[in-house]
């Protein structure tokens, strides 16, 4: 039986052991097909890095959604100019389109539990509606470096985001933020601290570092 390597690009459902299984931190700028780096290194130097470590021609690429399969693709061409050949992907979702593109073009196409119809709006993981949870909303290129926007206003954009009509846009977004003040309240509470923007995981667009993360979305909450 051969054993072939898996690279994730998600580590919340599928666990890194950096031995058979690796890691690539990357994610997709907001508005634009460019796919960047996380943390300081950059994207090619751990594409080169892990190709090195796996030590094999062929490797697998998981992702917990493929939608357009666009990242994928940018993904399976950077490792090709490493000598290293992506024969298959697995993901939680796909969309038909990017189910039948894989399956024509990779050696042993993309394994999938759930194949999302080509009429699908959009799909959307509930941590992206929440205000400071690791891992969510998109990538924001800044003046003051990368931050992070989830999906609802005044953060980021939920018709884009999100597909959320736009006459809804403020009502869904109230309610995200609603939802975020209850969480973070609940943890304060818990902890019997205040957590203030800058104890997030990740820097939020548009927010204070000093200032604490209820008082935040209260005060945005008022401006819808």
Known sequence: MVIVPIVTLDKIYITPNEKDICFLD?????GTNEIISRNSETLDSQIKRISRQLANKEII???DVVFTGNVLKNI???FNKFNIQVVGVIASICTSEAYKYFNLNLKYGIKTNYIMSSDVLDQICERDFYFGIAGSGIMI???EGLSKAPYF????NPYERASIPLEYENYFSK??????IYLWETIDNLK???TKISELPERIVNTDKNEEVVKTLKKELKKI
């Open 26 to 30: 990357c994610t997709r700028i907001n």
């Open 61 to 63: 690429l998981a992702d």
């Open 76 to 78: 399976i061409n950077r």
């Open 141 to 143: 290129d800044t003046k």
């Open 153 to 156: 206003k005044p953060y980021g």
């Open 175 to 180: 309610g995200c933020l609603n939802r975020s």
């Open 192 to 194: 019997k601290l205040k």
